[in-house]
């Protein structure tokens, strides 16, 4: 059961703080053919749990390419249910979550990236706002005593001076485009929810979440490239915009295990941080990955079309909240996290087809 809320003030007064759980849980992931989700999903399958994967219809399955087959359209194990819904839909939303009974919801679906958010920021409105609500609602609804993991972003915290490096929950939020204004209502959502009904929300504010599969980040477009350039399919330039910026960059190996950590362990209502509390320079990001590869590149800096309007010089999380509640700590470096994209796109190149390519730590084929 739910814990209950405060007649008056609709603010909740008894709230459980950690999971107690079968051995067996049943886990749904919303953006689950995305880069975090897809990880999520590997991680509890391999963890023996049973996985409900919301799939945005239409979107590419190629991330879950180890656990699903896409050409039968069926998975590759029992335990693996993939649905494929918009989480705008609210209906089909409450079907899925009523029919399932999730323990867990780790909330991954998004219109995850700065730039469309300034070109359509309705949609990324209406998806990350609307699309939470759906989520929170059928929980609700349904009274379940369902733990939701909610992937929330640093790109909340906006404006940010050198004064506020590295930056704790408590900084004021001050978003810079509508996507990081998306998740500001993502996040006071998850709040407003665990206050006035007692569902058991967790806030994780990822910092830079990188490693194999992800896509559109600063490690992610150079790795690419690169490795395009290693196997001899794409010319010895690159073109990169501004490599004066820093960043908490995070392996996505950490990212699920703080996920699941804050899972286990964080308090219910709360916001962490989950971030590596290091910063990395991007222009140290390419060099790097020059380097790894062993390859000549012209670079050509500060490129049209790949600076943004906004660009937040350092950004550097204090993951000591997190740390405290969970035991959690990063283990992985950015050379080790570096070195395996370069590999990851180098064979994805080298491969004939490269859609097909697929990847997991988790899972074996
Ligand atoms: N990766 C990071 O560094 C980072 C940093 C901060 C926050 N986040 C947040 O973490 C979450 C996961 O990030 P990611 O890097 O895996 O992003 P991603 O873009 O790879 O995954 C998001 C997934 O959501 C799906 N989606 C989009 N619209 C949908 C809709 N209407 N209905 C259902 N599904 C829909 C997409 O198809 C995609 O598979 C997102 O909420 C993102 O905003 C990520």
Partial sequence: MLARFHEDTMVLYEAPTTIEHEPIMKVLITGAGGFIGSHLVDFFLSEKHQVCAIVKPGAPTNNLNQVY??????????SLDVKFLDVRDATGMRDAIESFRPDGIFHMAAQSYVKPSWEDPVTT???NVNGTINVFEPVKALELDTRVIV?????????????????????PLQPLHPYGISKVAQDLLARQYHLNFGINTIRLRFFNQTGIRKVGDACA???????????????PVINVGNLETARDIQDIRDCISACWKAFQGAKAGEVYNCCTGRSSHIREVLELLI???????????RSKGKLRFQDELTILGDGTKLREATGYSPRHDIHETLEDMLE??????????????????????
Wanted: with cysteine; proline share 4%; net charge negative.
């Fill in 69 to 78: 087959d896409a050409r039968t359209g069926k998975a590759k194990m029992d």
């Fill in 125 to 127: 409105m209406d998806v």
């Fill in 151 to 171: 992937a929330c972003s640093s790109a909340e915290y906006g404006t940010i001076t050198k004064d506020d490096i590295p930056i704790k929950e408590s900084l």
């Fill in 221 to 235: 477009d150079f790795a690419t490239k690169i490795a395009k350039i290693a196997v001899g399919k794409a010319d």
């Fill in 291 to 301: 380097d790894l590869a062993g390859i000549d590149v012209k670079v050509n800096e």
């Fill in 344 to 365: 990851y796109w180098k064979e994805y190149h080298a491969s004939g087809e490269p859609s097909g390519y697929s990847k997991s730590y988790y899972i074996q084929p």
